[in-house]
């Protein structure tokens, strides 16, 4: 068996108070899957954490009954398991990104769906990530992230502005031109984004959600991919995490990186085939 180190950092909410994280992460013997649920912007709405946590729990228990299911399948399986079980409506559920990274003895199998990218090393040094870039490609003209540029701050009127930029988005969830993440349609999981490698061409792959891949595609605290690798080598995953929290708190107001929340939850799993 590989080994599997996980680091995990909660952020704030929107209103830049501390609460639990909405990220989750299972670990399996051939499997490791992480999820990162959205944020509500509705006080009176199931939260994305909580969703996160019954759609981890599903994936993990079939990746379990049947480790070489088909990705895609069994994803949709579980998304439908839990809107069944929960009663959940498309178009007015919680979501959640996936990520799933599964090894046999001679192949690794990985699935993307949303904004939690994974991320293969192969033995001659290069990085091969595997992103789903669809939400990150959608226009946004103007919104919280215009205000936040102009040196308005986070606040009362950045949540708002939150709001009805999440709308906006939200109209486009799980649509054709728009971006697909697991919600209550099982359909979603047939847009995810797959690969498949031979396990001997590996040295590792390593999953994150947004909270921490921001340090490489936004931030620049990071220039690559095998830099966040050669540090948690180096000093272990939770310093990947810190040192992203570290730019955060450079840029308490979002002027520099406009973003929804001061600070994101934060998950990142390194599996090492690597002897």
């Not at 680091?7 to 639990?20: C, Y």
């Not at 830099?227 to 180096?234: M, T, Y």
Request: hydrophobic share 45%; glycine share 10%; with cysteine.
């Amino acid at each position: 068996m590989p080994s599997i180190e996980v680091a995990e950092q909660a952020g704030v909410g929107l209103d830049g108070l501390a609460r639990p994280t909405e990220d989750r992460v299972v670990v399996l013997p051939h499997a490791v899957v992480l999820l990162d649920g959205a944020t509500a912007t509705r006080p009176d709405a199931r939260s994305g954490g909580w969703y996160a946590q019954q759609l981890s729990l599903a994936i993990g228990q079939r990746l379990a009954a049947a480790p070489a299911a088909n990705l895609v399948d069994l994803l949709a399986d579980a998304i439908a398991a839990v809107a069944a079980e929960h009663g959940l409506t498309p178009g007015d559920s919680p979501s959640s990104t996936v990520a799933i990274a599964r090894w046999t003895e001679h192949g690794v199998d990985a699935l993307v769906l949303a904004d939690s990218p994974v991320v293969a090393f192969t033995r001659d040094g290069a990085a091969l990530p595997l992103v789903d870039e669809r939400l990150a490609l959608l226009p946004r003209p103007g919104g919280y992230r215009a205000r936040l540029r102009g040196g308005g701050g986070y606040g009362g009127d950045h949540a708002a502005a939150v709001r009805e930029s999440a709308e906006r988005v939200g109209a486009l969830r799980n649509r054709p031109g728009g971006f697909w993440v697991a919600e209550a349609d099982p359909a979603a999981a047939r847009h995810a984004v797959t690969a498949s490698w031979p396990r001997a061409e590996l040295t590792a792959v390593l999953l994150a959600s947004d909270g921490v891949s921001c340090g490489v595609d936004d931030y620049g605290v990071f220039p690559d991919w095998t830099a966040v690798r050669n540090l948690a080598a180096d000093q272990g995953a939770q310093a990947v995490l810190d040192r992203v929290r570290a730019a955060e708190l450079s840029d308490p107001t979002g002027q520099r990186w406009p973003r929804p929340k001061v600070h994101d939850d934060q998950a990142l799993a390194l599996v090492n085939f690597a002897e």
